[in-house]
């Protein structure tokens, strides 16, 4: 296993290449910059997962007043992905951060399949090949960047703008690309995935990247308080082993775990710090999987979650008026409606009452009041009413008791009486609102895609201009120059590419931002990818090697 050794990442090949560069030239910068001008100083774009309309317009009733989104809707956004017009978390979060559509469970890679409608079906001449992300170029640009997340850190959406990976699964791969994408702030659940163990999600490489990120100076912190407390500008917060709570839960059942605005809050005034600027990315996770369980009170408690972080972006946005905000969801998910069946003929005089205060009962949501199930189920009937079906009827009572999967049957009574409809147990593909606000701000009806090119303009540079830099096909780069490419893969779980060009032996291990030259560590400044047995570096990566005597 190998270990990071910080007096080491420090050293460079003089004469040779000044990590950080990447291939640019002051020449080269000019270029760029006139290419595209800076907008926004900082940009911070949030994303709540799985939220549809009508999610936000429960949301909206149940608080009794505005959104904080609602005085900065400007616009919609298409999600479909390359092959279908229904996408997965993977490919949408991969069009947002990259500006590339991507099919189902791929993250930050190109497309294996292109069938949706208007697509250049050349997306996927080089499948899963890595593409550059808002993010990264953010880092090279010289801003500080962060990730904030409710769910694992390692998930779909924050790992498509920090990560590269050919299945949203592989949290081995995710989690280490995170620690060496040297991110300033790091902020979610998922802690199995940066230590050893036996969970489900613990890594299997052996490495405990948890004495990684300390070595590479980041203070490490599990709770609120050590989040308020510290004064680091390099935080990785690991709140939780897997997923963080719904807020509506957290002070009943982790009542240690932050909030997503407070997070988010901890996460600008850490990187405002930066005197470049900064790019943070915020994730609301869990109202899409409140979706999935047709849980409206999970989809409710977290989307107003997220719009209190909304509203920490706005605060410092309008105070510091060189801040671009965009909020969005990724895609609709349950298919759920303000109404169903039992309306039918009467909506029109049905008052907004009847649809919210069944919900308002509820003290907790469908994941919190299952967990005050006891083994032997004998409080089923307490569990419903933490759940909202208080004073059930005498066919309610029958149900609950009589239930074989307890979940299923208190969603559907709770639907029934909020009168709320549901179609699905999964994604649905309707176009969404969109939200935005400061200098180059998007506007009008966009793809997913546009965003994250709107952002990188924003930030003033290109997206394919940066790629062809961070991401090149090592095998036909270095033998183009006459060296030989193996791969030393001894420890299965961390291969390693090794490059011999005359005296020269430079090794790339996987999904970390060093190198390895004759013996000596070089620190990158994009990490190496292998995807489906193919290995991507940056160019002066590659430079490092035909430079070298």
Do not use: C
Not at 313 to 330: E, P, R, Y
Request: aromatic share 6%; no cysteine.
């Amino acid at each position: 296993m190998m270990t990071l050794n910080k007096k080491i990442l420090g050293i460079t090949l003089a004469g040779t290449l000044a990590a950080g560069s990447l291939g640019f030239t002051a020449a080269n910068e000019k270029a760029e910059a006139k290419k595209a001008k800076p907008q926004a100083q900082n940009v911070i774009v949030l994303v709540m997962d799985g939220v549809s309309s009508s999610t936000t317009t429960l949301s909206r009733w149940y608080k009794g007043g505005p959104l904080a989104m609602d005085e900065i809707l400007t616009g919609g956004v298409r999600t479909y992905s390359a092959e279908s017009a229904i996408t997965d978390s993977a490919p949408a979060g991969t069009a947002m951060a990259t500006g590339n559509k991507s099919n189902d469970k791929f993250v930050g890679v190109l497309p294996e399949t292109v069938s949706s409608p208007g697509l250049d079906s050349s997306l996927a001449d080089q499948p899963h090949k890595p593409v550059a992300n808002v993010l990264e170029g953010a880092k090279l640009s010289g801003k500080a960047t962060g990730i904030i997340s409710t769910s694992e850190i390692q998930h779909a959406t924050p790992a498509a703008f920090s990560s590269h990976a050919s299945h949203r699964g592989e949290y081995d791969n995710i989690a280490e690309q995170q620690i060496y994408q040297d991110i300033d702030v790091v902020l979610g659940g998922g802690k199995d995935s940066l230590t050893t163990g036996t969970a489900k999600n613990s890594r299997k490489d052996g490495e405990n990247l948890v004495e990684v990120a300390e070595d590479r100076g980041y203070d490490i912190i599990e709770s609120r308080e050590e989040l308020l407390n510290s004064r680091s500008s390099k935080l990785w917060g690991a709140f939780a082993p897997a997923a963080l709570a719904y807020d509506m839960d957290r002070e009943t059942t982790n009542p240690n775990e932050p909030t997503l605005a407070e997070m988010t809050k901890k996460g600008i005034s850490t990187l405002s710090k930066d005197k470049d600027g900064f790019f943070l990315m915020v994730e609301g996770s869990k109202p899409d999987w409140a979706a999935h369980a047709n849980d409206p009170i999970g989809m409710i408690s977290d989307t107003l979650a997220f719009d209190a972080a909304v509203k920490e972006a706005l605060d410092f946005a309008k105070k510091d008026k060189n801040t671009m905000v965009i909020a969005l969801s990724d895609h609709g998910n349950s298919g759920i409606s303000i109404g169903n069946q039992n309306t039918s003929a009467d909506y029109p005089s049905i008052p907004v009452s009847e649809y919210i205060n069944p919900l308002k009962e509820a003290e907790l949501t469908l994941e919190g009041a299952m967990k005050q199930l006891k083994p032997d189920q004998s409080n089923k009937l307490e569990v419903a009413a933490l759940y909202g079906i208080k004073n059930p009827t005498a066919e309610e009572t029958q149900a609950i008791n009589d239930s074989k999967n307890l979940a299923k049957t208190l969603v559907e009574l709770l639907a029934e009486r909020a009168n709320i409809g549901f179609t699905s147990g999964g994604h649905t593909g309707e176009d969404l609102f969109m939200y935005s606000y400061g200098p180059g701000k998007p506007i009008g009806f966009v793809e997913n895609t546009d965003i994250a090119h709107i952002t990188a303009s924003a930030m003033g540079f290109d997206l394919k201009e940066l790629d062809k830099k961070l991401f090149v096909d090592a095998k036909t780069a270095f033998e183009a120059m006459g060296a030989k490419v193996s791969v030393n893969a001894e420890d299965k779980n961390n291969p390693v590419l090794v490059v011999k060009k005359g005296k020269t032996t430079a090794e790339f291990p996987v999904n970390k931002d060093l190198a390895i030259v004759n013996g000596k560590e070089i620190e990158l400044d994009s990490v190496t990818v292998q995807t489906k047995d193919r290995f991507y570096l940056s160019k002066d990566a590659v430079q490092l090697v035909k430079k070298s005597k």
